[in-house]
């Protein structure tokens, strides 16, 4: 089936909103996720693995960037040594953020669009959310 010019226009705009839509709520269910280990008494932590000569991973404070742990020099096996340096009190930032998006339901919806299509512009949506939501409101 063959679709004229402004059915995929449409299309596009109404899977957009779709993707929008997906987008804020992982973004809601992020916030309570962080909200709620705060009010635990946790501390919000990102780690980040080293390049070439940096340390293998730094944990870092999410709220002011401070650097909580880092890899001693030549570490052999980095992820023990994470581990090793691991506190109960810290929560990976991560640990919020990768649930959400991974378990994510995407539209069902491909508004007449071929599903990869679809697919590959719900990704582009997610990931350019500001400039999708100008396009859509144009």
Do not use: C
């Amino acid at each position: 089936m063959q679709m004229r010019a402004i059915d995929v226009g449409t299309a596009v705009q109404d899977l957009a909103l779709a993707w929008l839509a997906l987008g804020d709520e992982m973004d809601r269910r992020e916030h309570e996720t962080l909200t709620e280990a705060i009010a635990d008494g946790r501390r919000v932590v990102d780690v980040h693995q080293g390049r070439d000569d940096e340390p293998a991973w730094t944990v870092t404070n999410t709220a002011t960037g401070a650097v909580l742990a880092q890899a001693p020099p030549q570490v052999d096996d980095a992820v023990a040594s994470l581990d090793a340096a691991w506190e109960d009190h810290w929560f990976d930032s991560d640990a919020a953020f990768t649930p959400l998006y991974d378990g994510a339901s995407e539209p069902k919806d491909s508004f007449g669009l071929p599903p990869g299509m679809a697919k590959l512009i719900g990704e582009w949506v997610l990931e350019n959310r500001e400039e999708a939501r100008r396009i859509v409101a144009s």
